[in-house]
Every structure is written in structure tokens, then in C-alpha cells.
């Protein structure tokens, strides 16, 4: 008798294993979805765009306003080139 409760001993810490290898795999799948459900660092512009002291935002909107014009300026350089070109 006790050779058969050796056995199923045996068997049941055989599998036991597996199981423990499945569980924390899907221990680790679960942790893995939470960090991709985390938002993003804010980027250092939208950190600026969005600070709580106004000389930031203040700033934020010139430097933003003066690129929106430079870059308006550049594409209309750039129609009148091809424009011109053809």
C-alpha cells in the first residue's frame, strides 16, 4: 500500500509544475495588460501647454503661434516654387 500512495505522490507533484508555470504566466499576461492600459508621460510640450504656472502657458502659446507662421510661410514658399516651376 504504501508503494501506490508513493505513486499517486509522484503523479500529483508531477503536474503540479505545470500548473504553477501556467499560473504565472497568466500572472505575467495580466500584469503586461495593465501596463498597457497606463497613459502615456505627457510630452514636454503638452506638459508646457497644460503647466499650472501662466508664464509657461504664456510662452507656450507664442513659441506655438510663431511656428504655426513659420510654417505657413514655408508652404506658401513652397506652392510658388512648384507653382513657378511648371
Excluded at 500584469?31 to 497606463?38: A, L, V
Excluded at 513659441?63 to 506658401?76: C, I, L, P, R
Amino acid at each position: 500500500m504504501s508503494t501506490e500512495n508513493e505513486n499517486q505522490k509522484v503523479k500529483s507533484n508531477a503536474t503540479k509544475p505545470v500548473k504553477d508555470i501556467a499560473e504565472n504566466q497568466e500572472a505575467t499576461n495580466l500584469s503586461m495588460n495593465k501596463r498597457d492600459t497606463t497613459k502615456p508621460k505627457p510630452t514636454f510640450a503638452e506638459r508646457w501647454e497644460n503647466s499650472r504656472f501662466s508664464a509657461v502657458r504664456i510662452s507656450y502659446k507664442v513659441a506655438h503661434s510663431m511656428w504655426t507662421v513659420v510654417m505657413a510661410v514655408g508652404m506658401f514658399l513652397a506652392w510658388l516654387i512648384a507653382l513657378l516651376a511648371t
